[in-house]
T-cell receptor, first 111, second 114 residues
Framework: ELKVEQNPLFLSMQEGKNYTIYCNYS?????LYWYRQDPGKSLESLFV?????AVKQEGRLMASLDTKARLSTLHITAAVHDLSATYFC???????????FGEGTQLTVNP | DSGVTQTPKHLITATGQRVTLRCSPR?????VYWYQQSLDQGLQFLIQ???????AKGNILERFSAQQFPDLHSELNLSSLELGDSALYFC?????????????FGPGTRLTVL
């Protein structure tokens, strides 16, 4: 059974600081997704990573994928309050169907 | 706004009852997915339909069923409801079922079983 683990599960950081969220998964896959969820809201797609070594950046967020280590990272640069949300990674091992999600990382950026 | 719509937004019902959740995918999307989000189980994949046909099944209970209609909208039917079925139910859609497709999530239906 595929397991997807994120850490940390809770992250409180100061504005302007950098930090990394880690996503480990247990089965070979070269498709990994990052989503953002605001409280009481739906999931918003952030990144789709489709191959080993893939790196994508959008604003203060950068995601990378190492399929050999079964690890993805979401790096936050110079955090701002607007980044406060829960971030999920999800892995797809069945050709574009089911996603298996991590537990989510609840990020709070303090002014 | 992802372009995926779900109705109703909130649903409160009693144990033993049956409810139907509705989802309209983004225009042109052929795949519809259903997910359940609860505090104790997290986000779990339930079922996928592609162009009217069931494509993949996840942790969906036998009391739950779904279908996708010719106009591509989908319904998730939950019957003999239990307290533990209280959760946020998301529908997502993608253009195809190819692995590179991003899934776009609807706003969700919050189900409360009393």
């Amino acid at each position: 059974e595929l397991k997807v683990e994120q850490n940390p599960l809770f992250l409180s950081m100061q504005e302007g600081k950098n930090y990394t969220i880690y996503c480990n998964y247990s089965t070979t896959s070269d498709r990994l997704y990052w989503y953002r969820q605001d409280p009481g809201k739906s999931l918003e797609s952030l990144f789709v990573l489709l191959s080993n070594g893939a790196v994508k950046q959008e604003g203060r967020l950068m995601a990378s994928l190492d399929t050999k280590a079964r690890l993805s990272t979401l790096h936050i640069t110079a955090a701002v309050h607007d980044l406060s949300a829960t971030y999920f990674c999800a892995v797809d091992v069945t050709s574009g169907s089911r996603l298996t999600f991590g537990e989510g990382t609840q990020l709070t950026v303090n002014p | 706004d992802s372009g995926v719509t779900q109705t109703p937004k909130h649903l409160i019902t009693a144990t033993g009852q049956r409810v139907t959740l509705r989802c309209s995918p983004r225009s042109g999307d052929l795949s519809v997915y259903w997910y359940q989000q609860s505090l104790d189980q997290g986000l779990q994949f339930l079922i996928q339909y592609y162009n009217g046909e069931e494509r993949a099944k996840g942790n969906i209970l036998e009391r739950f069923s779904a279908q996708q209609f010719p106009d591509l909208h989908s319904e998730l039917n939950l019957s003999s409801l239990e307290l533990g079925d209280s959760a946020l139910y998301f529908c997502a859609s993608s253009a195809t079922s190819w692995e590179s497709d991003t899934q776009y999530f609807g706003p969700g239906t919050r189900l409360t079983v009393l």
